[in-house]
C-alpha cells in the first residue's frame, strides 16, 4: 500500500499538503470514500501528520469499522515515521503481528516502508558492490594462481576425502550444472517475487561481501594443487601488466566457471562454486512458500549434490568445501537477523554492521521487518502504475471542470 503516488506528493512534505493533496494521498491509499468527511474538517497536511489512532475513533471523525480504523492508524503511523515527527514505535502487539509467519492467510504487512526511496539507485548500487567485488577477487585469483607451489616439490595435501574417493571425470563440469540450475531457479522466483529489488540487492551485497572474504583468504595462503590431474597449474600468466589484465578480465567473463574456458589454480581457500551454490539455495528456500516443500528440497539437494561433485572431481579440498559453506550461511543469516528486526535502526548496530556490510543501513533503511514472500507477475507494476496515473489524471480532469462551473455561475 502506497503512502503517495501520482502528482507531486512523493517530493512534497506532508507538512506543505493542502486539504486536495490529502485527498490524493487518501484515494491512493483506497480510502476515497472518508475523502469527503476530511475535507469538511479542513485536514490539511500537517493536521495528518499529528492524527492518532484515537482521533479517527472519536468524534468529530468517527470512524466506526475497526479494520479500517487500524489500517489508516498504520499507514498514518508509517508515513510521520518516514518524516521524522515524533511518532513512537509501533506497539508490541503489532510487532508480533509482523513476525507472524509468512504463509498465514491472514491480512498482513510486508514490513516495508510505504515510500520506496531510491530503490532504483539502490539496486545500482548493489549491483557495483558486487561487481566490484568479483574484479577483487580475478585479481586475487590471477595473483594466487602464479603463487601456486610447484605440484613435482609439494605433492596435494592429506585429505580425508580425496584420499579415499578417486577422481571422477567430467564431476566439476556437473557440479557447475547444479550452480546454473540454482540460478535459474532463483532468478525465475525474482521475476515473480513482488518484492524483487529488496531480494536482488541483498544478494549483492551478500554475494559481494562473501567473495571479498574469499579474495582475502586467496591472497592470504596459497595451498598446494589438490590433484595431479590439474597440470594447467603449471602455466603461468605473464608478468606484464598487460597480460595480467588479460587474465582478469578472462576470469571475469568466464565468471570463473570450467564450462566457460576458464581453468585457475590456487583460489582453494575457500570455494567459490561453493558459495554460489550455497547462496542460491539459502535464497531460494527463504523467499518461496513454505508450502512449496518440492522446489526447497531439490534446491538443497542441488547444494548437496554441487558440493560434493566438487569434492569428486578433486578440484578443492574438503576443508575449502566446508569454510565456504560455513562462511556463507552464516553472512546469509547475519544479514537476514538484522534486516529482519529493528535492531539495524539502532545506531550501535549500524556501527556492528559496517565491517561486515557496508552499506547495509543504506539498503535497508527503508525495511523494517521480515519481507513477506507475495508474488505477482512482473507486468503487474507497471499495469498498476499506469492504472493509477490514469485514475489520478481522471480525477485532476474533473476537479479542473468543476471549479470552470464555479466560476462561470
Given amino acids: ?43 490539511s497536511g500537517p493536521v495528518l501528520m499529528m492524527l492518532t489512532e484515537q ?14 480504523i487500524k489500517r489508516l492508524s498504520l499507514i498514518l503511523e508509517k508515513l510521520q515515521r518516514a518524516y521524522n515527527t515524533n511518532v513512537p514505535d509501533p506497539r508490541k502487539h503489532r510487532r508480533q503481528y509482523r ?23 539502490k539496486f545500482f548500487v548493489s549491483f557495483l558492490y558486487a561487481f566490484s567485488s568479483l574484479i577483487i577477487t580475478s585479481i586475487a585469483m590471477t595473483v594466487a594462481h602464479n603463487r601456486v607451489p610447484d605440484m613435482k616439490k609439494i605433492p596435494p595435501l592429506p585429505d580425508i576425502f580425496l584420499d579415499n574417493i578417486p577422481t571422477i571425470p567430467h564431476a566439476f563440469e556437473v557440479a557447475e550444472a547444479c550452480a546454473v540450475g540454482l540460478s535459474l531457479s532463483f532468478f525465475c522466483l525474482i521475476l515473480v517475487h513482488k518484492h524483487r529489488f529488496v531480494i536482488f540487492r541483498r544478494y549483492f551485497s551478500i554475494i559481494g561481501t562473501v567473495f571479498l572474504l574469499r579474495a582475502l583468504t586467496m591472497m592470504s595462503t596459497t595451498l598446494s594443487v589438490p590433484g595431479e590431474h590439474l597440470n594447467n597449474c603449471e602455466i603461468r600468466v605473464g ?69 560434493f561433485f566438487i569434492l569428486a572431481a578433486h578440484e578443492h579440498y574438503t576443508i575449502d568445501v566446508i569454510v565456504a559453506f560455513y562462511i556463507t550461511s552464516r553472512t546469509f543469516a547475519y544479514y537476514h537477523v538484522l534486516a529482519n528486526s529493528l535492531a539495524h535502526k539502532q545506531r550501535n548496530s549500524q556501527e556492528l554492521t559496517w565491517s561486515w556490510f557496508p552499506l547495509f543501513s543504506y539498503f535497508e533503511e527503508n525495511v ?42
Wanted: hydrophobic fraction near 35%; aromatic fraction near 12%; include cysteine.
Fill in 1 to 43: 500500500m502506497m503512502v503517495c503516488c501520482g502528482t507531486n506528493l512523493d517530493s512534497l512534505k506532508p507538512d506543505f499538503w493542502t486539504k486536495e493533496d490529502v485527498g490524493r494521498w487518501l484515494e491512493v491509499n483506497g480510502f476515497q470514500h472518508l475523502i469527503v468527511k476530511f475535507d469538511e474538517h479542513d485536514i
Fill in 55 to 68: 482521533d479517527l475513533r472519536k468524534p468529530p471523525l468517527s470512524l466506526q469499522k475497526l479494520g479500517e
Fill in 99 to 121: 513476525r507472524d509467519s509468512v504463509d498465514s492467510s491472514k491480512d498482513m504487512r510486508s514490513g516495508l516502508s510505504l515510500i520506496p526511496k531510491n530503490e532504483g539507485l
Fill in 239 to 307: 608478468d606484464s601488466w598487460d597480460e595480467k589484465l588479460q587474465h582478469v578480465i578472462y576470469i571475469w567473463r568466464g565468471a570463473g566457471m570450467s564450462i566457460s574456458g576458464v581453468r585457475t589454480c590456487g583460489d582453494y581457500m575457500f570455494s567459490g562454486h561453493t558459495a554460489v551454490l550455497t547462496v542460491l539455495n539459502l535464497f531460494i528456500c527463504e523467499y518461496t512458500s513454505a508450502k512449496l516443500k518440492f522446489i526447497q528440497t531439490l534446491s538443497w539437494s542441488l547444494n548437496f549434490f554441487g558440493a
Fill in 368 to 409: 523494517d521487518s521480515k519481507i513477506l514472500n507475495e508474488y505477482e507477475w512482473p507486468w503487474t507494476p507497471v499495469i498498476e502504475f499506469v492504472s493509477l496515473r490514469y485514475r489520478i489524471f481522471l480525477r485532476l480532469r474533473d476537479e479542473r471542470r468543476k471549479n470552470l462551473e464555479r466560476k462561470t455561475e
